[in-house]
């Protein structure tokens, strides 16, 4: 507890702009929280439903049932329901309404993202406003018969310090985090496509199938 103190009051030590960029840290950290668990939850393929959609030929009745025990809100049960609610229209049609459902997906997954990104931006600029008003405080103190207080010129730059290391430090963080979540979309949207090709050319195959039976 001693050490969360004497490190609070290190960082409260770097002066006015030490507070909007705790403020911009607490917003990414929210962000990366809820990130982290909406792909922990809502993101990942269920093994059953993955090796299901991977046979060939399997029953549509079958991947329905899969389908609907997923949560409402996971997304690869929002991008599977329109196909399978639609399996019975022409190819062209399903892969339009696939289309469509695999965007809003792609909108709803990079929400809070462009936060990361402006705070990867913005972390660093208050930093460095933090390093001028921190050596403009140091420069007050030297007037023109010379430096007044040598412990207040220390202090400007102390000041000055450590709003840098912060602004770098948060910016590094969400930096990484940026990439890493945008990393996990890019792989998620991915399969996503490969395994919509995979139902879209089974809905062919059926349809191919009753027009030779038909003929």
């Given at each position: 507890?001693?050490?969360?103190?004497?490190a609070?009051e290190?960082?409260?030590?770097?002066?006015?702009?030490?507070?909007?960029?705790?403020?911009?840290?607490?917003?990414?950290?929210?962000?990366?929280?809820d990130k982290?668990?909406?792909?922990?939850?809502?993101?990942?393929?269920?093994?059953?439903?993955?090796?299901?959609?991977?046979?060939?030929?399997f029953?549509?009745?079958?991947?329905?049932?899969?389908?609907?025990?997923?949560?409402?809100r996971?997304?690869f049960?929002?991008?599977?329901?329109?196909?399978?609610?639609?399996r019975?229209?022409?190819?062209?049609w399903?892969?339009?309404?696939?289309?469509?459902?695999?965007?809003?997906?792609?909108?709803?997954?990079?929400?809070?993202?462009?936060?990361?990104?402006?705070?990867?931006?913005?972390?660093?600029?208050?930093?460095?406003?933090?390093?001028?008003?921190?050596?403009?405080?140091?420069?007050?103190?030297?007037?023109?018969?010379?430096?007044?207080?040598?412990?207040?010129?220390?202090?400007?730059?102390?000041?000055?310090?450590?709003?840098?290391?912060?602004?770098?430090?948060?910016?590094?963080?969400?930096?990484?985090?940026?990439?890493?979540?945008?990393?996990?979309?890019?792989?998620?949207?991915?399969?996503?496509?490969?395994?919509?090709?995979?139902?879209?050319?089974?809905?062919?195959?059926?349809?191919?199938?009753g027009k030779i039976?038909?003929?």
């Open positions: 507890m001693q050490g969360l103190n004497e609070w290190a960082i409260r030590f770097g002066g006015v702009m030490v507070y909007p960029l705790l403020a911009l840290g607490v917003i990414a950290l929210a962000i990366m929280t982290a668990y909406v792909h922990m939850k809502y993101v990942r393929m269920p093994d059953a439903l993955l090796t299901l959609v991977e046979t060939y030929g029953s549509w009745k079958e991947l329905e049932s899969c389908v609907e025990s997923l949560d409402s996971h997304y049960g929002r991008f599977f329901r329109p196909i399978l609610a639609n019975e229209k022409p190819a062209w399903v892969e339009s309404r696939a289309a469509d459902e695999a965007q809003q997906i792609e909108k709803s997954m990079s929400r809070g993202l462009w936060v990361l990104e402006t705070v990867v931006t913005a972390a660093p600029l208050l930093g460095l406003l933090g390093t001028i008003t921190g050596m403009m405080n140091a420069f007050k103190l030297i007037g023109a018969k010379g430096l007044v207080d040598p412990s207040g010129v220390t202090g400007g730059v102390a000041e000055a310090l450590i709003a840098t290391a912060l602004g770098l430090f948060i910016a590094l963080v969400c930096l990484f985090a940026f990439n890493f979540f945008s990393r996990l979309q890019s792989q998620a949207l991915d399969e996503m496509e490969r395994l919509g090709t995979r139902l879209i050319d089974h809905i062919r195959m059926d349809q191919e199938g039976e038909a003929s």
